[in-house]
Protein backbone atom coordinates (compact mmCIF):
# COMPACT_ATOMS: atom_id res chain seq x y z
CA UNK A 1 0.00 0.00 0.00
CA UNK A 2 1.35 3.44 -1.28
CA UNK A 3 1.11 6.80 0.67
CA UNK A 4 -1.21 7.76 -0.98
CA UNK A 5 -3.59 4.93 -0.45
CA UNK A 6 -4.31 7.00 3.33
CA UNK A 7 -3.52 9.62 5.48
CA UNK A 8 -1.46 7.70 8.25
CA UNK A 9 2.43 8.66 7.33
CA UNK A 10 4.86 5.70 7.10
CA UNK A 11 8.43 4.45 7.96
CA UNK A 12 10.60 2.02 6.36
CA UNK A 13 12.45 0.12 8.98
CA UNK A 14 15.96 -1.66 7.22
CA UNK A 15 18.09 -4.05 9.26
CA UNK A 16 19.39 -7.47 8.78
CA UNK A 17 18.50 -8.74 12.54
CA UNK A 18 14.80 -9.21 13.40
CA UNK A 19 15.51 -8.53 17.05
CA UNK A 20 16.82 -4.92 16.24
CA UNK A 21 13.41 -4.65 13.91
CA UNK A 22 11.16 -5.45 16.87
CA UNK A 23 13.07 -3.28 19.05
CA UNK A 24 12.69 -0.42 16.67
CA UNK A 25 8.54 -1.37 16.36
CA UNK A 26 8.18 -1.18 20.10
CA UNK A 27 9.95 1.52 19.97
CA UNK A 28 7.50 3.47 17.27
CA UNK A 29 4.46 1.83 17.13
CA UNK A 30 3.39 4.43 19.95
CA UNK A 31 4.07 7.17 17.11
CA UNK A 32 0.79 6.02 15.22
CA UNK A 33 2.60 5.75 12.13
CA UNK A 34 2.47 2.90 9.89
CA UNK A 35 5.77 0.88 9.72
CA UNK A 36 7.28 -0.79 7.26
CA UNK A 37 10.33 -3.68 7.70
CA UNK A 38 12.97 -5.14 5.21
CA UNK A 39 15.65 -7.30 5.91
CA UNK A 40 17.84 -6.27 3.06
CA UNK A 41 18.69 -3.45 1.09
CA UNK A 42 17.35 -4.98 -2.08
CA UNK A 43 13.74 -5.20 -0.63
CA UNK A 44 14.42 -1.86 1.13
CA UNK A 45 14.58 -0.21 -2.52
CA UNK A 46 11.71 -2.28 -3.99
CA UNK A 47 9.40 -1.10 -0.67
CA UNK A 48 10.66 2.54 -1.16
CA UNK A 49 9.86 2.64 -4.54
CA UNK A 50 6.55 1.44 -4.24
CA UNK A 51 5.43 2.61 -0.93
CA UNK A 52 7.25 5.94 -0.85
CA UNK A 53 7.54 6.37 2.86
CA UNK A 54 7.51 9.30 4.78
CA UNK A 55 10.98 8.42 6.16
CA UNK A 56 13.14 5.77 6.34
CA UNK A 57 15.27 4.35 9.59
CA UNK A 58 18.72 2.59 7.96
CA UNK A 59 21.28 0.61 8.88
CA UNK A 60 24.70 0.34 7.48
CA UNK A 61 26.28 -2.93 7.69
CA UNK A 62 24.18 -5.98 5.91
CA UNK A 63 24.35 -8.43 3.39
CA UNK A 64 24.17 -7.52 -0.16
CA UNK A 65 24.29 -4.12 -0.68
CA UNK A 66 25.25 -2.00 2.44
CA UNK A 67 23.31 0.89 3.79
CA UNK A 68 25.56 3.33 2.12
CA UNK A 69 25.03 1.77 -1.09
CA UNK A 70 21.16 2.00 -0.33
CA UNK A 71 21.34 5.70 0.34
CA UNK A 72 22.98 6.59 -2.48
CA UNK A 73 20.38 4.81 -5.05
CA UNK A 74 18.00 5.96 -3.10
CA UNK A 75 18.92 9.52 -3.90
CA UNK A 76 19.95 9.02 -7.34
CA UNK A 77 16.23 8.26 -8.02
CA UNK A 78 13.98 10.44 -8.96
CA UNK A 79 10.77 8.72 -7.14
CA UNK A 80 12.68 8.61 -3.78
CA UNK A 81 15.19 11.32 -3.79
CA UNK A 82 12.83 13.28 -1.62
CA UNK A 83 12.93 10.65 1.46
CA UNK A 84 14.87 11.61 4.39
CA UNK A 85 16.64 8.62 5.81
CA UNK A 86 18.39 8.51 9.44
CA UNK A 87 20.83 5.91 9.81
CA UNK A 88 21.18 3.54 12.42
CA UNK A 89 24.52 1.91 13.08
CA UNK A 90 26.91 0.42 15.16
CA UNK A 91 29.58 2.16 13.17
CA UNK A 92 29.47 5.56 15.01
CA UNK A 93 33.30 6.44 14.06
CA UNK A 94 33.29 10.33 12.87
CA UNK A 95 34.00 8.97 9.04
CA UNK A 96 31.26 6.75 9.01
CA UNK A 97 28.70 9.17 10.15
CA UNK A 98 30.05 12.46 7.35
CA UNK A 99 30.02 9.62 4.90
CA UNK A 100 26.23 9.07 5.55
CA UNK A 101 25.75 12.76 5.58
CA UNK A 102 27.07 13.20 2.54
CA UNK A 103 25.16 10.71 0.56
CA UNK A 104 21.99 12.38 1.80
CA UNK A 105 21.10 11.32 4.72
CA UNK A 106 19.25 13.89 7.00
CA UNK A 107 20.73 12.10 10.62
CA UNK A 108 22.92 9.57 12.26
CA UNK A 109 21.90 7.49 15.26
CA UNK A 110 24.51 5.01 16.85
CA UNK A 111 23.60 1.86 18.17
CA UNK A 112 22.65 0.68 20.80
CA UNK A 113 20.16 3.83 20.58
CA UNK A 114 17.88 5.03 23.34
CA UNK A 115 14.60 5.18 22.37
CA UNK A 116 13.47 8.28 23.48
CA UNK A 117 16.35 9.74 21.01
CA UNK A 118 14.74 7.62 17.90
CA UNK A 119 11.76 9.02 19.02
CA UNK A 120 12.88 12.57 19.48
CA UNK A 121 14.56 11.96 15.64
CA UNK A 122 11.94 10.82 13.57
CA UNK A 123 9.67 12.96 15.23
CA UNK A 124 11.86 16.21 14.16
CA UNK A 125 12.50 14.70 10.68
CA UNK A 126 8.88 13.55 10.13
CA UNK A 127 7.56 17.21 11.09
CA UNK A 128 10.76 18.81 8.30
CA UNK A 129 9.28 16.40 5.95
CA UNK A 130 5.77 17.32 6.19
CA UNK A 131 6.48 21.02 6.17
CA UNK A 132 8.46 20.49 2.81
CA UNK A 133 5.34 18.66 1.16
CA UNK A 134 3.16 21.12 2.04
CA UNK A 135 5.50 23.92 0.77
CA UNK A 136 5.83 21.41 -2.15
CA UNK A 137 2.16 21.75 -2.57
CA UNK A 138 1.88 25.02 -2.46
CA UNK A 139 4.98 26.18 -4.65
CA UNK A 140 2.76 23.66 -7.32
CA UNK A 141 -0.26 25.74 -6.57
CA UNK A 142 1.47 28.71 -7.47
CA UNK A 143 3.23 27.63 -10.47
CA UNK A 144 -0.10 26.41 -11.80
CA UNK A 145 -1.63 30.05 -11.41
CA UNK A 146 1.09 31.63 -12.59
CA UNK A 147 1.02 30.16 -16.24
CA UNK A 148 -2.35 30.82 -16.11
CA UNK A 149 -1.85 34.32 -15.25
CA UNK A 150 0.94 34.17 -18.40
CA UNK A 151 -1.49 32.60 -20.88
CA UNK A 152 -4.00 35.63 -19.61
CA UNK A 153 -0.96 38.27 -20.29
CA UNK A 154 -0.37 36.83 -23.83
CA UNK A 155 -3.55 36.82 -24.99
CA UNK A 156 -3.39 40.70 -24.43
CA UNK A 157 -1.05 41.06 -27.02
CA UNK A 158 -1.31 41.22 -30.38
CA UNK A 159 -2.04 37.99 -32.41
CA UNK A 160 -0.55 39.76 -35.32
CA UNK A 161 1.39 42.74 -36.72
CA UNK A 162 -0.95 44.56 -39.70
CA UNK A 163 0.27 44.26 -43.06
CA UNK A 164 1.00 48.12 -43.88
CA UNK A 165 1.35 49.29 -47.83
CA UNK A 166 5.51 49.93 -47.85
CA UNK A 167 6.25 49.12 -44.08
CA UNK A 168 7.05 46.16 -42.69
CA UNK A 169 7.41 45.30 -38.57
CA UNK A 170 8.40 43.11 -36.08
CA UNK A 171 8.45 42.65 -32.28
CA UNK A 172 9.92 40.58 -30.15
CA UNK A 173 8.80 39.89 -26.25
CA UNK A 174 10.06 38.48 -23.32
CA UNK A 175 9.47 38.08 -19.66
CA UNK A 176 12.17 37.78 -17.12
CA UNK A 177 9.36 35.71 -14.65
CA UNK A 178 6.48 34.17 -15.80
CA UNK A 179 4.44 37.29 -16.71
CA UNK A 180 6.42 41.09 -16.50
CA UNK A 181 5.30 44.45 -17.28
CA UNK A 182 5.83 45.24 -20.92
CA UNK A 183 3.34 45.78 -23.20
CA UNK A 184 3.36 46.99 -26.61
CA UNK A 185 0.00 47.36 -29.60
CA UNK A 186 -1.16 48.32 -32.41
CA UNK A 187 -3.65 50.30 -33.73
CA UNK A 188 -4.94 50.49 -37.21
CA UNK A 189 -7.23 54.02 -37.77
CA UNK A 190 -9.41 54.63 -40.65
CA UNK A 191 -7.76 56.61 -42.59
CA UNK A 192 -4.67 54.33 -43.37
CA UNK A 193 -2.33 55.70 -40.54
CA UNK A 194 -1.04 53.13 -38.10
CA UNK A 195 -0.46 53.97 -33.76
CA UNK A 196 2.28 52.46 -32.64
CA UNK A 197 1.83 52.29 -28.31
CA UNK A 198 5.11 50.47 -25.98
CA UNK A 199 4.87 50.87 -22.69
CA UNK A 200 6.78 49.38 -19.89
CA UNK A 201 5.20 49.21 -16.17
CA UNK A 202 7.27 49.55 -12.79
CA UNK A 203 9.05 45.77 -12.03
CA UNK A 204 8.47 42.34 -13.00
CA UNK A 205 5.82 41.32 -10.62
CA UNK A 206 2.62 40.82 -10.22
CA UNK A 207 1.92 44.76 -9.26
CA UNK A 208 3.39 45.00 -12.94
CA UNK A 209 1.25 42.63 -14.43
CA UNK A 210 -1.74 44.23 -13.44
CA UNK A 211 -0.51 47.99 -14.61
CA UNK A 212 0.40 46.36 -17.30
CA UNK A 213 -3.12 44.80 -17.86
CA UNK A 214 -4.55 48.20 -17.48
CA UNK A 215 -3.08 50.43 -19.50
CA UNK A 216 -4.09 47.59 -22.43
CA UNK A 217 -7.35 48.32 -21.18
CA UNK A 218 -7.39 52.23 -21.09
CA UNK A 219 -5.11 52.36 -24.35
CA UNK A 220 -8.16 49.89 -26.48
CA UNK A 221 -11.13 52.23 -24.84
CA UNK A 222 -9.08 55.10 -25.24
CA UNK A 223 -12.03 57.60 -26.35
CA UNK A 224 -10.12 60.32 -27.42
CA UNK A 225 -8.51 60.49 -30.95
CA UNK A 226 -6.18 57.43 -31.01
CA UNK A 227 -4.35 59.89 -34.12
CA UNK A 228 -3.12 62.06 -31.61
CA UNK A 229 -0.32 60.67 -29.29
CA UNK A 230 -0.55 63.45 -27.45
CA UNK A 231 -4.33 63.40 -26.30
CA UNK A 232 -3.62 59.60 -25.65
CA UNK A 233 -0.94 59.54 -23.67
CA UNK A 234 -2.64 62.46 -21.64
CA UNK A 235 -6.16 60.53 -21.07
CA UNK A 236 -4.18 57.23 -20.20
CA UNK A 237 -1.96 58.79 -17.55
CA UNK A 238 -5.07 60.65 -15.94
CA UNK A 239 -6.64 57.33 -15.40
CA UNK A 240 -3.22 55.88 -14.23
CA UNK A 241 -3.64 58.33 -11.41
CA UNK A 242 -6.94 58.18 -9.98
CA UNK A 243 -6.52 54.49 -9.80
CA UNK A 244 -2.51 54.08 -8.65
CA UNK A 245 0.27 56.16 -7.33
CA UNK A 246 2.38 53.73 -5.93
CA UNK A 247 3.78 52.61 -9.34
CA UNK A 248 4.42 54.14 -12.32
CA UNK A 249 4.46 53.18 -16.44
CA UNK A 250 6.91 54.19 -19.17
CA UNK A 251 5.07 54.88 -22.66
CA UNK A 252 5.71 55.97 -26.53
CA UNK A 253 3.07 56.63 -28.58
CA UNK A 254 3.49 56.80 -32.49
CA UNK A 255 1.26 57.40 -35.25
CA UNK A 256 3.05 56.91 -38.78
CA UNK A 257 1.07 58.34 -42.08
CA UNK A 258 2.42 55.34 -44.81
CA UNK A 259 1.89 57.88 -47.71
CA UNK A 260 3.46 60.45 -45.95
CA UNK A 261 5.69 58.69 -44.28
CA UNK A 262 4.98 61.35 -41.38
CA UNK A 263 5.63 59.87 -37.44
CA UNK A 264 4.44 61.58 -34.61
CA UNK A 265 5.17 60.44 -31.52
CA UNK A 266 4.27 61.50 -27.95
CA UNK A 267 6.82 59.80 -25.20
CA UNK A 268 6.34 59.61 -21.46
CA UNK A 269 9.37 58.37 -19.14
CA UNK A 270 9.87 56.07 -22.13
CA UNK A 271 13.43 55.40 -23.78
CA UNK A 272 13.45 57.49 -27.04
CA UNK A 273 13.17 55.26 -30.01
CA UNK A 274 16.54 54.51 -32.30
CA UNK A 275 16.59 55.97 -36.20
CA UNK A 276 18.92 54.52 -38.19
CA UNK A 277 18.54 56.58 -41.76
CA UNK A 278 19.63 54.69 -44.92
CA UNK A 279 20.90 57.60 -46.03
CA UNK A 280 23.71 58.02 -43.43
CA UNK A 281 23.89 54.54 -42.92
CA UNK A 282 23.75 55.52 -39.19
CA UNK A 283 21.90 55.28 -36.30
CA UNK A 284 20.90 57.53 -33.36
CA UNK A 285 18.07 58.43 -30.69
CA UNK A 286 15.74 60.37 -31.94
CA UNK A 287 15.24 63.91 -30.33
CA UNK A 288 11.84 63.35 -29.12
CA UNK A 289 10.35 65.98 -25.87
CA UNK A 290 9.03 63.77 -23.51
CA UNK A 291 6.95 63.90 -20.25
CA UNK A 292 7.29 62.31 -16.74
CA UNK A 293 6.64 58.71 -15.99
CA UNK A 294 2.67 57.54 -16.25
CA UNK A 295 0.77 57.37 -12.71
CA UNK A 296 2.25 60.48 -10.67
CA UNK A 297 0.37 63.44 -11.50
CA UNK A 298 -1.37 64.69 -14.55
CA UNK A 299 0.11 66.45 -17.15
CA UNK A 300 -0.12 70.13 -18.35
CA UNK A 301 0.32 69.43 -21.74
CA UNK A 302 2.16 66.58 -23.61
CA UNK A 303 4.58 67.39 -26.27
CA UNK A 304 4.54 66.14 -29.65
CA UNK A 305 7.66 65.31 -32.01
CA UNK A 306 7.25 65.14 -35.97
CA UNK A 307 9.91 63.67 -38.10
CA UNK A 308 9.80 61.98 -41.42
CA UNK A 309 11.14 58.62 -42.84
CA UNK A 310 12.69 57.65 -45.95
CA UNK A 311 12.75 54.57 -47.70
CA UNK A 312 15.43 52.30 -46.03
CA UNK A 313 14.89 53.81 -42.85
CA UNK A 314 14.55 51.73 -39.60
CA UNK A 315 12.68 52.63 -36.25
CA UNK A 316 13.24 50.48 -33.21
CA UNK A 317 11.58 51.43 -30.13
CA UNK A 318 12.50 49.18 -27.04
CA UNK A 319 11.80 49.16 -23.07
CA UNK A 320 15.04 49.92 -20.53
CA UNK A 321 15.15 45.72 -20.03
CA UNK A 322 17.05 45.83 -23.50
CA UNK A 323 19.76 48.53 -22.58
CA UNK A 324 20.23 47.27 -18.62
CA UNK A 325 20.21 43.60 -19.32
CA UNK A 326 23.80 43.05 -17.44
CA UNK A 327 26.60 40.55 -17.71
CA UNK A 328 28.66 38.63 -14.55
CA UNK A 329 30.74 41.58 -14.76
CA UNK A 330 27.84 44.23 -13.53
CA UNK A 331 27.97 45.69 -17.74
CA UNK A 332 25.17 46.62 -18.98
CA UNK A 333 24.39 46.24 -22.81
CA UNK A 334 23.64 50.26 -23.34
CA UNK A 335 21.88 51.96 -25.91
CA UNK A 336 25.16 52.78 -27.98
CA UNK A 337 25.74 48.56 -28.85
CA UNK A 338 21.97 48.56 -29.44
CA UNK A 339 22.95 51.21 -32.27
CA UNK A 340 25.84 49.29 -33.57
CA UNK A 341 23.46 46.06 -33.51
CA UNK A 342 20.96 47.84 -36.37
CA UNK A 343 23.63 50.12 -38.18
CA UNK A 344 25.66 46.46 -38.98
CA UNK A 345 22.49 44.97 -39.57
CA UNK A 346 23.13 42.93 -42.90
CA UNK A 347 19.41 42.32 -43.94
CA UNK A 348 16.26 44.83 -44.40
CA UNK A 349 13.85 41.89 -43.05
CA UNK A 350 13.04 43.60 -39.45
CA UNK A 351 12.64 40.05 -38.12
CA UNK A 352 16.01 39.44 -39.64
CA UNK A 353 17.56 42.32 -37.10
CA UNK A 354 15.55 41.43 -34.22
CA UNK A 355 16.87 37.95 -34.03
CA UNK A 356 20.19 39.19 -34.22
CA UNK A 357 19.84 41.81 -31.37
CA UNK A 358 18.60 39.13 -29.15
CA UNK A 359 21.52 36.77 -30.11
CA UNK A 360 23.94 39.84 -29.47
CA UNK A 361 22.08 40.28 -26.22
CA UNK A 362 22.45 36.67 -25.46
CA UNK A 363 26.10 36.69 -25.92
CA UNK A 364 26.67 39.78 -24.37
CA UNK A 365 24.40 38.29 -20.81
CA UNK A 366 26.67 35.37 -20.99
CA UNK A 367 24.11 32.93 -19.25
CA UNK A 368 23.53 35.31 -16.57
CA UNK A 369 19.23 35.35 -16.84
CA UNK A 370 17.59 38.84 -17.64
CA UNK A 371 16.65 40.79 -14.43
CA UNK A 372 13.50 42.53 -16.15
CA UNK A 373 11.33 41.99 -18.90
CA UNK A 374 12.13 42.83 -22.76
CA UNK A 375 10.24 44.25 -25.63
CA UNK A 376 11.44 45.54 -29.05
CA UNK A 377 9.08 46.71 -31.64
CA UNK A 378 10.94 47.57 -35.04
CA UNK A 379 9.36 49.52 -38.18
CA UNK A 380 11.44 49.49 -41.65
CA UNK A 381 10.30 51.79 -44.06
CA UNK A 382 10.65 49.83 -47.67
CA UNK A 383 13.08 50.45 -50.41
CA UNK A 384 12.01 50.36 -54.60
CA UNK A 385 13.46 46.56 -54.73
CA UNK A 386 14.51 46.21 -50.95
CA UNK A 387 12.13 44.34 -48.64
CA UNK A 388 10.25 41.72 -50.88
CA UNK A 389 6.66 43.57 -50.63
CA UNK A 390 5.38 39.66 -50.36
CA UNK A 391 7.12 39.37 -47.56
CA UNK A 392 3.84 39.67 -44.36
CA UNK A 393 5.28 40.98 -41.00
CA UNK A 394 6.26 38.93 -38.53
CA UNK A 395 5.69 38.69 -34.96
CA UNK A 396 8.28 36.68 -32.87
CA UNK A 397 6.55 36.46 -29.61
CA UNK A 398 9.35 35.01 -27.05
CA UNK A 399 8.10 34.28 -23.40
CA UNK A 400 10.58 33.22 -20.58
CA UNK A 401 8.34 30.84 -18.44
CA UNK A 402 6.77 28.66 -20.22
CA UNK A 403 8.48 29.65 -23.70
CA UNK A 404 6.26 30.18 -26.84
CA UNK A 405 6.73 31.49 -30.17
CA UNK A 406 4.36 32.66 -32.78
Same mark, same amino acid.
Given at each position: ???????????????? $? +??? !? $??????????????????????????????????????????????? /????????? &???????????????????????? $???????????????????????????????????????????????????????????????????????????????????????? &????????????????? =?????????????????????????????????????????????????????????????????? =??????? /?????? !????????????????????????????? !?????????????????????????????????????????????????????? +???????????????????????????? !??????????
Amino acid at each position: MSETDNNTESILLVDD $Q +PAN !L $QMLFQTLERLGSRLLFAKNGETALGIAQKAHPNLILLDVMMPGINGF /EVCRRLKAN &PDTRKIPVIFLSALDETGDKVRGL $QLGAVDYVAKPFQPEEVIARVNTHLTIHRLNTEVQHQRDELERELQIVSQLQRDLLPDRLPSIHGLKMAVHYETSRYAGGDYYDIAEL &PDGRIAVFVADAEGHSA =PATVLMAMTCTLFRSCPVDMGRPDRVIAYINDNLCKVNRDHFVTAIHTVYHPATRLLQIARAGHPP =PILYRYA /ERSAAE !LPCEGVLIMGITPYDGVPLTEVTLQPGDR !LLFYTDGITDRFNDRGDAYGALRLMQQIEAAGSDAPADILAKIVEDISRFADGR +PADDDQAMLIMAVEQAGGIASNCSNEAG !LYFSKPSSST
